[in-house]
């Protein structure tokens, strides 16, 4: 019997050629979709006669990561398999303390992707043993007890907000129009008050803090 899968990236290109890559082997693509509140209600209508969601980690309405945290509320046992071009430990940390079956790069070749699928939509985890060596730290308790209530000013959080989404701090820059060295500043403020060592750790207390 087929692997049923739901696509969900933003570029039809993509789209397209991760159907073409996939049916005719032992998947069918039910669906596809090409922003967060697309997959949603994708997974509502063929939540029934799905096997495997592969999203996007960067989508627009949501982002992916975003999208993969109200899909494992509102359907917990439903594999996913997170792809992605950037091969960010963030993104990683992230996707794993969200409960992602695996990540995988766009690109990879075909006999891996069917692979990782097949183990996904069976119910196992994917995840390689470097990509977790990569995340470990951050997925391990902080100094800080998560209960602790931490108090961020303003900035700090619009910070932490975007470092969680995986851009650097030239990036953060720019989206908040400040200086980089404002950035450098408020990302050690934010690593000592919530007391992580570096800023996959801090992307991943936000997410168990449920700000992001």
Do not use: C
Not at 5 to 23: F, K, P, Q, T
């Amino acid at each position: 019997m087929a692997i049923r899968v739901l696509i969900a990236d933003d570029h039809e290109v993509v789209r397209v050629g991760l159907r073409s890559m996939l049916n005719g082997a032992d998947v069918t693509v039910v669906a596809d979709a090409s922003s967060g509140a697309e997959t949603l209600a994708a997974v509502e209508q063929h939540g029934h006669e799905l096997d495997l969601v592969l999203l996007d980690v960067r989508m627009p309405d949501g982002d992916g990561l975003k999208t993969l945290n109200l899909l494992k509320d509102t359907h917990p046992d439903l594999p996913i398999l997170m792809i992605s071009t950037f091969d960010n430990a963030t993104y990683m940390a992230r996707s794993v303390a969200l409960g992602a079956n695996g990540y995988v790069l766009k690109g990879v070749d075909q006999p891996v992707l069917l692979d990782m699928i097949r183990k996904a939509a069976s119910g196992e985890m994917v995840w390689r043993r470097e990509e977790l060596r990569r995340v470990t730290g951050a997925l391990s308790t902080p100094r800080m007890p998560i209960d602790v209530e931490v108090t961020l000013t303003q900035r700090e959080n619009e910070v932490l907000h975007q470092l969680a989404h995986g851009l650097t701090n030239k990036q953060i820059a720019e989206v908040l129009s400040i200086s980089y060295e404002t950035v450098k500043e408020h990302v050690q403020h934010i690593l000592r008050k919530i007391g992580v060592s570096d800023r996959t750790q801090a992307a991943v207390w936000a997410v168990r803090q449920g700000l992001v």
